[in-house]
């Protein structure tokens, strides 16, 4: 009785299909196309808009220079909305987007859509289904984005001045052998 009055009721159920808001999770897909869009090495100046996103992770200064991979780390370490949203700017904002929603479906994350590149939009949005399949995508082909959310702590510095930024994990599981 229950599939003729609602075909969909297992995964309902279980909430494999159910979109929820990814929040920080978008940060995951951020730092894929991060990686595979961006050269390594690249310096991204911090703007001002950057700077002006919401939250203080890295604690960031307008005209700051990093390396891209210094920017993925406070992305992944301190869930930094100002490296991401420098990292997408350097690129180009909406052809960042273009390419985060180019790779989900890539990925088959045919539930999946990004509206910004930090997770503050609850339009960013996707399901259990989907997520594990950046996860297993992740784990295969860019294990080293696991291995930086696992960072207790790590410094980077400015380009230009050699001002350090210590970043210290936000995740009290980080560190941990069995996270």
């Known amino acids: 009785l229950a599939d ?4 969909g009721w297992k995964a309902f159920i279980d909430g494999r299909e159910t979109r929820w808001p990814l929040a920080s ?10 990686q595979e869009s961006i050269a390594p090495g690249a310096r991204i100046i911090m703007s001002q808009q950057a700077v002006a996103t919401e939250g203080n992770s890295g604690e960031f200064i307008s005209g700051e220079t990093f390396l891209i991979e210094d920017l993925v780390r406070a992305m992944l370490i301190t869930s930094s ?3 991401a949203e420098a990292i997408a700017e350097y690129y180009g904002y909406d052809a ?26 609850p339009l960013n949005q996707s399901t259990v289904s989907d997520l594990a399949l950046l996860a297993q995508y992740i784990f295969e082909k860019r294990p ?9 702590s790590y410094e980077i510095k ?3 001045s050699g001002a350090p930024h210590v970043l210290q994990n936000i995740n009290k599981f980080a560190g941990r052998s069995d996270f």
């Open 4 to 7: 003729v009055w609602y075909p």
């Open 25 to 34: 999770l978008t940060k995951h897909m951020t730092a894929v196309v991060a």
């Open 81 to 83: 909305n100002d490296a």
């Open 96 to 121: 960042f987007i273009n390419e985060m929603q180019k790779k989900a479906y890539e990925l088959g994350m045919r539930n999946t859509s990004f509206s910004d590149v930090t997770g503050l939009s």
């Open 144 to 152: 080293d984005i696991f291995l930086i959310t696992r960072t207790v």
């Open 158 to 160: 400015d380009q230009l």
